[in-house]
């Protein structure tokens, strides 16, 4: 069976995978970094800056998909530094509406390109 992929200009990939990989009708968006994708290279900034930056390249993603933040079920967040919660958690609350998806955010020691932060999303096609 194969996979029904979805490729977004505003969005990048570090690596050999796709945006997001649609499975029934689930919508499995891979980790984006802050990665600014009419430069080419990590956004410059505190992880303020990152988050939204990680945000701008999955929405673009969703929208590819026909998708909206509301149909997003589920986000993993992946912090190199866990005392940026807070912050993270400042532009996370815009992102999304009331009843907020699922989330996980987990610590990890490096990321590529030497992000802060790369998120992951699930969506559901409604």
């Not at 800056?49 to 993603?61: D, I, R, S, W």
Request: contains cysteine; hydrophobic residues 40%; aromatic residues 8%.
């Amino acid at each position: 069976m194969s996979r029904k992929a979805f490729t977004a200009a505003g969005a990048v990939a570090v690596g050999s995978h796709s945006h997001a990989v649609e499975s029934g009708d689930l919508i499995f968006l891979s980790g984006q970094t802050p990665v600014d994708y009419e430069t080419g290279k990590l956004v410059e900034g505190d992880i303020a800056v990152q988050t939204e930056q990680c945000f701008k390249n999955l929405f673009n993603v969703l929208k590819v998909a026909g998708l909206k933040t509301d149909d997003v079920e589920k986000v993993n967040v992946f912090l190199t530094d866990m005392s940026n919660l807070t912050a993270m958690l400042e532009i996370y609350s815009k992102q999304f509406s009331s009843p907020y998806p699922a989330r996980t955010t987990i610590g990890v020691s490096s990321l590529p390109l030497g992000a802060q932060i790369e998120i992951e999303m699930i969506a559901r096609r409604k």
